[in-house]
């Protein structure tokens, strides 16, 4: 077996729209190819002893052992491995149990489809599986070692990869409030919503932490001072440098007790409590120092250690946390006692589990020392041993819930400390003998504020009610049920994307909101470029979803990027489709026109149930695709009397209709006319229908989501298929005695909706033509009988990158299909494009029109301008002058 290709999907794809997350492995079976799991001797044998627990697959027959059981009447090795790699991840802690396992049109290559919940752990589980069963398929077995070690290393990839659980939680009570969210590059933040609603996040720092706020809190003297200049009771204590200093330190705050702590420290790192002797007091000054230059000495209280957690204001949970410990049972040791502790799943390494692990080091040996004890000692029953001093659960420590239980004066303090500090989200630490009462009754005070404070202490406590402490945090970032959406529109289809996507964008921007839009020609925001290139993936997405200032998006979704990572966005207000014909067919192992539109349709979709799918009713592959939207439809149509049109207009639906020479919005029994399609620079007019298609899809996609009727004429009255508005794609050029036309055409159902357009034309039509290197030989063949309709005469080229063919391949091809269709239509090969346009330019007879279908539109556009043409506002006049009887006629046509 050998991998092809492994690729990751992070969003809605061709597999599964509620499925983002999943790996896509290309598998040449090579020598298994014909050969069932039947046919393979000991297989079976060996798979059941290497993974026992495929046992609870139930694959398709639906029952427990269902997927073995096929494995024994045979089934093929890419299912196989679907399974394997499932279960290696489900048994690293990560339980998935989505696959998909199809044959692609080589023989003996399959696509492999799994689902991951960390990307990396996906792609390792993706080749282990192959190596599982390429091992069992050679010896019959896989070594226990081997397997040990790649559980292993899928833990680590998932500890490694994981969130932390404050920043976990705060993530989850987002999804289930339907806030998006995406973690961006730097300092382990993530976003909250798109655009100009957008919040971030830092662990449990938020976009409203301010930094006075938080460089106080991290500075604990500081922090001390200014609650005790408000009247707030906290510590004695003083700072020192050096310890010739901590005699009189001691000495200041009261004597012993005292504690001795880092001033820069966290987590309890460096902090020895309850000091009683000069000789601690130096132990403890050094183990302080090596955490921290400067370090504080503070009068010791007695009491229970809390964590009291404010956010916007108000106490949302208590906490009292006990630092690490065992509970003697009269027969374990402490050492003993430490590893059956440590044994519990709730606890791991870090902050990586609810709970973490305990260890010994030597604090907790100092510590044991000082109780009398030592890691041989034997503890009575119910005799505790603690091994930190301190209350941290990043040391070992425990949780419980006293939210109902602290004094409302208490509340009231810690409100009020909060806002003093000046934090969004404060944890507070207070001790205190009896959180019941009002710390001035009963001697105690706050010790610390810490900004940034972990939640997992009130989400999981080990004993008591979990407090769901995020929701107050979304409430305070999104109040009143608020997403931090933006109204996204997405579009895709086989042609016209671009130039709808720069439509709806310009409509858009006729009501004062900065619109962030993705072409194939560059990333847009407010008319101002931020990226040239074909930019129509996800990651293109990712940059207007991520942008501050963007209130609109408009996305032009392309099947490359659909294929290789899936969408940006689980969800659109507007998925617009605007046709689906043969392109790109055979890559990507999108072989028929059909799989193209189920690729296509996940833009329809994704579409929320409040939001609208904009779909072609002429194009049957599109229409279909009403059955599987979840939101409303809305139809347009060059045909007023489409019968789809009429049955979902007279139930109540709405549609956009080119009728009576004028593009127009259908609802129910009115009709609200947009304007005539003579009026709109789009339409070339009114000449070309396709330009009039896709102003009706963009101004059904504006007026389903509330955009007023008059911004969307006068979009449509000031929107030309120009160089600066819609590069490559149909722009027209007035060089005196002829006219150029540059256009991006290169699939048979561009070619057919440009000659709509160019077989209208009164002089002669000379084309420059060629296509992508990596289409089929069909589809050259049917280029050069579609150009041997339009033209009177065509010189081909071909692109600079042959996309793996040969030079003159494809061009031989085009030349074929041109002989075909009219053997005497005169033609010759110009291989190169600069060459070819030139050639076409300097042969230009008067009245005739240059068409130029390029690799690069913006290298044809300026041989063009080379040329010196009319400034685009006198080509206007001249073309209306000199082919309104044309004009008239094609409209009546239409």
């Not at 990712?542 to 942008?547: E, H, N, P, T």
Request: glycine share 8%; with cysteine; charged share 20%.
């Amino acid at each position: 077996m050998r991998i092809l290709k492994i690729q990751t999907l992070r969003g809605p794809n061709y597999w599964s729209i509620r499925r983002h997350n999943l790996v896509v492995m290309r598998l040449d079976l090579e020598e298994l190819a014909e050969k069932p799991s039947n046919e393979i001797p000991g297989f079976y044998e060996g798979l059941i002893a290497t993974l026992p627990s495929l046992e609870e697959h139930f694959c398709s027959p639906g029952v427990r052992g269902g997927f073995l059981s096929r494995v024994n009447r045979g089934t093929m090795m890419g299912h196989i491995i679907e399974h394997v790699a499932l279960e290696l991840q489900t048994m690293a802690g990560m339980p998935v149990g989505f696959g998909r396992t199809r044959e692609t049109a080589t023989p003996g290559v399959y696509q492999v489809v799994i689902e991951y919940t960390d990307e990396q752990a996906g792609r390792y589980a993706a080749r282990a599986a192959v190596r599982l069963c390429q091992s069992i398929v050679s010896t019959g077995s896989y070594p226990q070692n081997e397997l040990a070690q790649d559980l292993k290393d899928l833990q680590d990839l998932a500890r490694d990869a994981a969130l932390g659980p404050s920043t976990e939680t705060l993530v989850k009570e987002a999804e289930a409030r339907d806030i998006p969210w995406m973690p961006l590059s730097a300092r382990a933040m993530i976003q909250l919503g798109y655009g100009v609603h957008q919040k971030r996040i830092q662990a449990t720092l938020s976009n409203y932490s301010g930094i006075l706020g938080v460089e106080l809190a991290c500075d604990k003297e500081g922090t001390k001072q200014i609650l005790r200049d408000a009247g707030v009771p906290v510590p004695r204590g003083t700072v020192i440098q050096y310890l010739d200093e901590l005699e009189s330190a001691i000495e200041e705050v009261g004597g012993f007790p005292i504690v001795i702590k880092p001033l820069d420290g966290n987590h309890g790192r460096g902090i020895t409590i309850d000091i009683n002797s000069w000789d601690e007091a130096e132990q403890a000054y050094d183990v302080a120092r090596d955490i921290s230059r400067a370090v504080i000495v503070e009068r010791f209280y007695k009491g229970r250690d809390h964590r009291v957690l404010v956010i916007n204001g108000k106490v949302v949970a208590v906490a009292e946390r006990v630092p690490a410990h065992v509970i003697g049972d009269g027969k374990a040791t402490v050492e003993e006692l430490i590893e059956t502790t440590n044994r519990d799943p709730n606890r791991g390494e870090g902050h990586d589990n609810v709970l973490t692990k305990i260890i010994v080091d030597r604090t907790s040996m100092d510590l044991l020392v000082r109780q009398g004890y030592s890691l041989d000692t034997v503890l009575n029953s119910g005799e505790i041993c603690y091994l930190r001093a301190t209350a941290n659960l990043s040391t070992g420590g425990i949780a419980v819930d006293r939210t109902d239980d602290i004094h409302p004066e208490n509340i009231w303090l810690a409100q009020r400390v909060a806002k003093t500090i000046g934090l969004d989200i404060a944890g507070i630490d207070i001790v205190t003998p009896d959180i019941t009462q009002p710390l001035r009754d009963v001697d105690g005070v706050i010790v610390e504020v810490n900004a940034a404070p972990g939640f997992r202490m009130h989400v999981c406590p080990s004993i008591g009610l979990a407090r769901n402490v995020a929701a107050p945090v979304m409430e305070m970032l999104f109040p009143n049920g608020k997403s931090g959406r933006i109204p996204m529109i997405a579009i895709t289809g086989t042609n016209g994307k671009t130039t709808t996507t720069r439509l709806i964008a310009h409509i858009y921007r006729q009501t004062g909101q900065v619109v962030g839009y993705t072409t194939t020609d560059g990333i847009y925001i407010d008319d101002h470029v931020v990226e040239k290139g074909d930019t129509t993936g996800p990651q293109s997405a990712q940059v207007i979803l991520k942008d501050p200032t963007v209130e609109v998006a408009v996305l032009e979704t392309a099947r490359g990027g659909l294929l290789r990572s899936g969408l940006a966005f689980e969800s659109c207000d507007v998925g617009v489709v605007l046709n689906v014909a043969a392109d790109h067919l055979g890559i990507g192992d999108i072989d028929t026109i059909e799989q193209l539109a189920h690729l296509k349709s996940v833009v329809a979709e994704v579409v929320s149930p409040k939001g609208y799918a904009v779909l072609n009713a002429d194009d049957p592959l599109v229409a279909e695709m009403a059955k599987r939207v979840k939101g409303q439809v809305a139809y347009f149509s060059m045909n007023p009397g489409n019968e789809l049109v009429q049955k979902h207009t007279r139930g109540g639906g709405l549609a956009a209709v080119y009728e009576n020479g004028y593009l127009s919005i259908l609802k129910g029994d009115w009709t609200l006319r947009i304007d005539q399609a003579v009026h709109l620079p789009v339409t070339m007019e009114g000449r070309a229908p396709f330009m009039i298609a896709n102003a009706l899809a963009a101004s059904l996609a504006a007026f389903a989501q509330g955009v007023p009727i008059e911004a969307i004429r006068a979009a449509l009255t000031t929107f030309r298929a120009s160089v600066n508005q819609t590069p490559g794609r149909m722009n027209l050029f007035n060089l005196g005695s002829y006219h150029a036309l540059v256009d991006y055409a290169h699939n048979a159902a561009s070619y057919e909706a440009l000659g709509s357009f160019v077989r209208n034309w009164p002089g002669e039509r000379i084309g420059v033509i060629g296509g992508p290197g990596d289409r089929r030989d069909e589809d050259f063949i049917e280029l050069g009988r579609l150009s041997a309709q339009i033209f009177n005469r065509i010189i081909i080229k071909e692109d600079d990158d042959l996309r793996g063919r040969s030079s003159g391949e494809a061009s031989e091809l085009i030349a074929k299909g041109i002989n075909q269709e009219k053997p005497d239509c005169p033609y010759e090969k110009i291989l190169k494009e600069i060459e070819a346009v030139n050639t076409a330019l300097d042969q230009a007879t008067p009245g005739s029109l240059v068409v130029i279908l390029p690799e690069s539109a913006s290298r044809a556009i300026s041989l063009v301008e080379a040329r010196h043409p009319i400034p685009e506002n006198v080509y206007q006049t001249v073309a209306i002058d000199t082919q309104v009887n044309l004009r008239t006629s094609v409209v009546n046509k239409v």
